[in-house]
């Protein structure tokens, strides 16, 4: 659909997703993306799945912060997966963090699906032996002081020795299943900042934890606690062959006898969490 999809098409979906209503819409024949025949977005589904990932990309804008789409897209096979086993509390928020980019660029996404905005686009820190400005290396293991890959929930909120600070789940076996016991959190860090890039260039590392900067820190944490999704990126081959929140075949398996109902996770709700 990128350039081709229509714009009345895109009109019509934007304007679906906002009223929190999504009616049956027949795409023209000639989008490359379409649902088959007149299919229904009401619901996720094989047929649609594309569609539907492609709207939401160009709905947000995502091209404009350099979040390719081929990310974006991985990251909602794990959040649609995370969804249909109701791994998720809040079903509005998205956060990706992109460990392809150096510590000296924004890797930190908030998205608000319902929304259809990006809440917060920001610097986070990977662990001192995942890499340098670079991450390379990534680890499940305790005392590793590396970065894990793949899909968490966030948990609950504490005060710590790194101050106010949110506890992670991680949903991947033998992957990033061992976050809570490693103490791995996201928490503020005075080496997350731009003078810090300028003084040493790049961000300080933390012991694993994907570190913010201190001025935002309980502003995220208080916006994507308490059950929402994160997907920590990088294009890791053996990453990708273990984990089964990637693989779109497990998700349309599961799309093939229970689609996903789209009203009740894109349109906004009345409050933080609730559907």
Not at 14 to 20: D, I, K, N, R, V
Not at 146 to 167: A, C, D, I, P
Not at 202 to 227: F, H, M, V, W, Y
Request: with cysteine; proline share 4%; charged share 20%.
């Amino acid at each position: 659909m990128r350039k081709t999809l229509s714009l009345t098409v895109l009109v019509v979906i934007l304007s679906a997703f906002s009223s929190g209503r999504l009616p049956a819409v027949e795409a023209p024949h000639n989008s490359v993306n379409e649902p088959a025949g007149a299919e229904s977005i009401s619901k996720l589904t094989r047929a649609n799945f594309e569609f539907v990932a492609q709207s939401l990309y160009d709905s947000i804008g995502l091209s404009a912060y350099e979040l390719n789409f081929d990310i974006f897209r991985k990251a909602l096979v794990g959040y649609f997966s995370l969804a249909s086993e109701d791994a998720l509390k809040n079903k509005e928020l998205l956060t990706i963090i992109n460990f392809e980019q150096p510590s000296t660029e924004k890797r930190f996404y908030t998205i608000d699906l319902a929304s259809k905005v990006v809440k917060f686009h920001t610097y986070v820190a990977h662990g001192r032996n995942t890499g340098e400005n670079l991450a390379k290396k990534f680890s499940n293991t305790l005392h590793s002081n590396q970065s894990s890959l793949g899909f968490v929930v966030t948990g609950e909120t504490y005060y710590g020795s790194k101050g106010y600070s949110l506890r992670l789940d991680g949903k991947e076996r033998s992957i990033n299943d061992n976050v809570r016991n490693r103490a791995v959190v996201i928490h503020g860090a005075d080496y997350v900042t731009e003078s810090w890039i300028k003084r040493y260039g790049r961000l300080g590392r933390s012991q694993g934890c994907p570190a913010l900067p201190p001025d935002l820190n309980k502003e995220i944490i208080d916006t994507i606690k308490g059950g929402t999704a994160i997907f920590s990126y990088y294009p890791e081959t053996e990453y990708f062959k273990s984990s089964a929140y990637v693989n779109d075949e497990d998700l349309f398996r599961r799309l093939d006898s229970t689609p996903i109902a789209l009203a009740g996770i894109l349109s906004p709700s009345s409050s933080q969490g609730s559907l």
